[in-house]
């Protein structure tokens, strides 16, 4: 009996880390398609109708340690790298010098649901841009 409980904790103990692992999985590349200021959403999909592609929404790419985020409206040459820590289920980004020239204080990605969501603030104001898997 003593065993079977050492397994079961153990059992318990791998899915519970897979779940955690599978919640906060920030890998991969995600598109942008709605944003909010705190007051209004913008829906992409819905704004642009049948003219809204993926490929010409804006990403945000983790890879090699590192977050790449192509804001919608831009080229492909304004691509920001930034450098992150985690701190619980959030990436805390370091604030890049020509952002907080911006006003920009604080930059974090955080899940809400399925959405990952990047969280600007600027002043008393945060900016959400949600992001989802590539469809």
Same mark, same amino acid.
């Given at each position: 009996m003593?065993?079977?409980t050492v397994l079961a904790v153990a059992?318990?103990?791998v899915f519970a880390m897979v779940g955690m692992a599978a919640a906060t999985d920030f890998t991969g590349r995600w598109t942008n398609y709605k944003m909010s200021d705190g007051t209004e959403v913008l829906d992409f999909e819905e704004l642009f109708g049948d003219d809204f592609s993926e490929e010409n929404m804006g990403y945000v790419e983790f890879r090699d340690g590192k977050i790449y985020v192509l804001q919608t409206g831009r080229s492909a040459e304004d691509v920001q790298e930034m450098t @992150? !820590?985690?701190e619980g289920g959030k990436l805390i980004v370091d604030v890049p010098d020509d952002a907080k020239a911006q006003g920009v204080s604080a930059i974090e990605f955080y899940f809400e649901g399925n959405e990952l969501v990047y969280a600007a603030t600027m002043?008393?104001?945060t900016f959400k841009f949600y @992001? !989802?898997?590539p469809q």
């Open positions: 003593k065993r079977f059992v318990f103990v @992150y !820590r985690a002043g008393d104001n @992001y !989802r898997r």
